[in-house]
């Protein structure tokens, strides 16, 4: 079992920015990608950003240029770095933690979830 805890959402206004972290604990040499997602009122979750061990990336296209992802292993912790702001990516930011052993054979831990607020 892995624990995810997120610190660092906030209210904060267009062109600003926030950093999150996710400290993670428990079975975590088991984790090979961790990154985040958000949930915004009356949408799916979708992906924001995600990190594997070798340090491979993916991004969404919206936020390709203003966010990064990064990790350190050492801490067993995630960041998510925003800049640049939008209203569009107000949402419930949630972290993630997954053990993919085969494209059929994954397991998935998530955190509780952290509010980001972008004010127009």
């Known amino acids: 079992q892995v624990q995810l805890v997120e610190s660092g959402g906030g209210l904060v206004q267009a062109g600003g920015s926030l950093r999150l972290s996710c400290a993670a604990s428990g079975s975590t040499s088991s984790i090979n990608i961790m990154g985040w997602y958000r949930q915004a009122p009356g949408k799916t979750r979708e992906l924001v950003a995600t990190i594997a061990d070798g340090g491979k990336t993916v991004y969404v296209d919206s936020v390709k240029g203003r966010f990064t992802v990064s990790r350190d292993n050492a801490k067993n912790t995630v960041y998510l770095q925003m800049n640049s702001l939008k209203p569009e990516d107000t949402a419930v930011y949630y972290c993630?933690?997954?053990?993919?052993?085969?494209?059929?054979?994954?397991?998935?831990?998530w955190g509780q979830g952290t509010q980001v607020t972008v004010s127009s």
């Open positions: 993630n933690a997954r053990l993919q052993r085969s494209w059929y054979e994954v397991y998935d831990w």
